[in-house]
């Protein structure tokens, strides 16, 4: 996975450099949102899009970064991953 600022988002290419998946973001100062995930349909049901999610929250935490997770599917993967709470900022309510 890296990280293409110039375009906010992160991407994830296969071995031949094929866009196999991205996660768009806004940058705030240490507030990042991630926006949206989106996986080509050639590599859906590979795992690509927990892969990015993990790499995602990853690096948020490695940078000292609080996460807003307006992507519905980031937030649904975070409901299972607990591990992350601490840098989630969450609302009452949900953006679906």
Known sequence: MTDAPDRERFEARDETGALAGLVTYQ??????AYT???VDPAFEGRGVGS????????DARARGRTVVPICP?????LDRHP??????????RRIR
Do not use: P
């Not at 940058?27 to 990042?32: M, Q």
């Not at 591990?83 to 009452?92: F, L, M, P, Q």
């Open 73 to 77: 599917f980031l937030a649904d993967w």
């Open 51 to 58: 892969t990015l999610a993990r790499a995602v929250m990853d």
């Open 83 to 92: 591990e992350y709470a601490d840098i989630v900022a969450r609302s009452t």
């Open 36 to 38: 949206h995930t989106e």
């Open 27 to 32: 940058l705030t100062g240490a507030i990042i």
